[in-house]
């Protein structure tokens, strides 16, 4: 199965047709090189804000709640294009107001299958500008999707630089990391634990980023990164980890083959069994013992 992960830039577009061409050219694009799961990035959803103008777009709250507001219509463009070219998506996350969860957004992704199924995945942990001045909220809790293409974890961003959320996805196959980082040091956290998901899980990571400028809305005014697809440096993967990576605020997509045999072969019967041995941690820190050396 070829994955496709994206680098993803923020455009002003001005209409709804115009984002709807641009998503499907994307679609399209990737589909044509094979891939069957296609990863958009972390508040790829922001690009639907200047369609309730540049004044809405350029202030942060009512940017927030003009993209939630899009959400049901962009998702059914994603249902539409996912059948169309028989590929699953996992949509660039929004904020996206729910009223069950509270009067505070979430940032939500949403996994598309070409059957029409629609998975949500909401961000479990807000960074520090997430908490202020955004006032999002963390949403419902960690989903492992069991789909025609293997089981689907997500871990947005932030989320994948936290060992017990990557734990929780213990049966997953692949864990995306939808990401969108202003500075190279921020990829690099996000990419680092997306790897370190990957190693410890003993499965396929995909990192996707926004990449570019996007001065005309708060939340990616600055994006750095680059795709990226990552396994466990063991048995049936490469030395480094990395199956595949793009280059760095290129936009585009990066593309790897993944083989779900080779997944659970390097579980069953890798050089180290890494996600077994995991219980083995448990009550190691009853054995530290603090003493000075002089």
Known sequence: MKVATAAYPLDPVD???????????????????????????????????????????SDLERSLRAVSERVPEADALHMELAAKYNVHICAGSAPVFDPQIGDRPVNRARLITPTGAVGIQDKQIMTRWERDPMQAASGGGLQLFDTAIGKIGILICYDSEFPLLGRALYDADLILAPSCTEALSGYWRVRIGAMARALETQCVSVMASLVGDAPWNEVADLTTGMGGIFGPPDAGFPDTGVLAEGQLNQPGWTYAEVDLEKIAHVRADGRVLGRAHWVEQKGRDNYVTSRPLR
């Open 15 to 57: 209409s709804w047709e115009a984002y709807a061409q641009k998503i499907e050219t994307w679609v399209a694009e990737a589909e044509g090189q094979g891939a069957k799961l296609l990863v958009f990035p972390e508040y790829a959803g922001m690009e639907l804000a200047m369609l309730a103008g540049p004044e809405a777009a």
